[in-house]
């Protein structure tokens, strides 16, 4: 995972994108990409295959999860910012320019390669567990943000599901955002003791 150090090193770098003079090879969208992946802890694909029609109000559905039942997600307000920042034509929030959806298969070496750090979208899951564990959500918390709702309930029962993940979410998201010392977030083993973030992803 990316210890606090390099979170902001990383955070810097994507905010840098949008300025005048920019040279990196970063597009905007890619950085909102890597950041949405940094903030939420989903796997690359789940952020890249993510369509408009699952996006409400106050939450967004990924449906193509790893074990194939959907899971809805509270928007925060980075997420909301990032989803408007990014609205186009396309069915994916995230769309290519010859084909609807971005194949993002250069985009984490080229972040990791602009602030000298290899790290993978893999590495950016295991970040956004490991901040929720510094800030002592249990294994089974952490557990619920890979996949947490059933095809089978009701869009009610959805949303208030996707409502009790809105606090760890929005404390990662905080943590990753915030300015802030970076000797005194490290984890540290008492920090983590009986958290199994092998487990909980």
Same mark, same amino acid.
Do not use: C
């Given at each position: ?20 003079? &920019? *040279? ?7 950085? !909102?990409?890597? /950041?949405?992946?940094?903030? %939420?802890?989903?796997? @690359? ?14 939450? &967004? *559905? ?7 039942? !959907?899971?809805? /997600?509270?928007?925060?307000? %980075?997420?909301?910012? @990032? ?53 002592s959500f249990s294994t089974d918390q952490i557990g619920r943000l890979p996949n947490h ?34 000797d005194e977030t490290e984890a540290t083993d008492e920090d983590l003791r009986g958290v ?6």
């Amino acid at each position: 995972f990316l210890e606090s150090e390099e979170r902001r090193d990383l955070f810097a770098e994507l905010s840098r994108v949008r300025l005048p003079g &920019y *040279t990196g090879k970063l597009k905007p969208a890619q950085a !909102d990409f890597v /950041l949405l992946l940094m903030v %939420t802890g989903l796997r @690359l694909d789940e952020a890249r295959l993510l369509k408009w029609e699952n996006i409400t109000d106050s939450t &967004y *559905t990924i449906t193509n999860t790893k074990n194939g039942e !959907d899971h809805t /997600l509270p928007i925060t307000s %980075t997420v909301q910012s @990032l989803f408007d920042r990014n609205q186009n034509d396309s069915p994916y929030v995230f769309s290519g320019k010859i084909v609807e959806v971005a194949s993002m298969s250069s985009v984490i070496k080229n972040a990791a390669d602009a602030i000298s750090i290899k790290f993978t979208a893999h590495d950016l899951r295991r970040t956004a567990a490991t901040v929720a564990a510094q800030h002592s959500f249990s294994t089974d918390q952490i557990g619920r943000l890979p996949n947490h709702s059933n095809k089978s309930v009701t869009d009610a029962y959805a949303q208030r599901t996707a409502e009790a993940l809105r606090p760890i979410l929005q404390t990662i998201e905080d943590e990753i955002l915030a300015t802030y010392d970076a000797d005194e977030t490290e984890a540290t083993d008492e920090d983590l003791r009986g958290v199994n973030l092998d487990e909980a992803l």
